[in-house]
């Protein structure tokens, strides 16, 4: 049994239901400082976004396929942020999920690799197969990409995270250029299946195996 299976310790999980994007992230912001002062313990954050685009620390205006006016005037908010990665898009029906939590071990590869393999068994329990990209952050499904990654570090405590294409109509990634790539082509669950997915018991499974992963009580 590893050091990490042996150290099972409980998480809190939160739902904040659909959420405008700069607020979820205020609210991230004083979360992390929460945990770096010893005032909460670990906590798995569930939330959709109102249509929206981020960039990540290495993108620019070149990954936005219109102005930021088109994106205005479309009701698409644009923001800049501190995670890792390129241009991503957010929409109602993505399942997007922050781990605000002390990495049990100070690995970054680790922990992001466990983090998709976590996304990578979601989909196994709808008997889609995802996989990983030597790289590449994400979740891909027979060349589509299903599921986007960026994280953050603060003294080996983690924000931002992963966004997986549940039910959302994927209309917004048309805007930008997913990652930097522009012959990407980006896919969710509802349309690897042919039908809506119930997104509580995607929750109920991400849940699971996040805790099976990384060593938490599952209390969901």
């Known amino acids: 049994m590893s050091s990490i299976e042996q150290n099972v310790t409980s998480i809190t999980i939160d ?6 994007y700069r607020v ?3 609210r991230q912001t004083a979360m ?3 945990r770096l002062a010893g005032c909460r313990g670990d906590t798995l954050v569930f939330v959709e976004h109102p249509p929206t685009v981020t960039l990540g620390r290495r993108a620019n205006q070149d990954d936005l396929l219109f102005t930021e006016q088109i ?3 479309r009701g698409v908010s644009v923001q800049k942020i501190n995670r890792g990665g390129l241009a991503t898009a ?6 997007v999920a922050y781990p605000i939590v002390q990495l049990k071990k100070n690995d970054l590869r680790w922990f992001a690799d ?4 976590v996304v990578i068994h979601v989909l196994a329990d709808y ?3 995802g996989y990983l990209k030597d790289g590449e952050p994400g979740v891909w499904v027979e060349g589509r ?3 986007s990654f960026g994280i953050a570090l603060k003294k080996w405590i983690s924000s931002h995270g992963i966004a997986l294409n549940i039910n959302n109509s994927l209309h917004t990634f048309d805007m930008i250029v997913p990652c930097g790539r522009p012959s990407e082509v980006v896919t969710s669950l509802s349309r690897e299946l042919g039908r809506a997915v119930n997104m509580t018991e995607v929750k109920k499974s991400f849940v699971r195996h996040f805790c099976k992963a990384f060593a938490y009580v599952d209390k969901y």
Do not use: R
Request: aromatic share 12%; proline share 3%.
């Open 15 to 20: 739902d904040w239901g659909l959420t405008d």
């Open 24 to 26: 979820a992230f205020d």
């Open 32 to 34: 992390v400082s929460e």
């Open 71 to 73: 994106f205005s005037e």
């Open 90 to 95: 957010h929409e109602p029906g993505q399942l």
């Open 114 to 117: 466990s983090f998709l393999q």
């Open 127 to 129: 008997g889609v197969e």
């Open 145 to 147: 990409k299903i599921c």
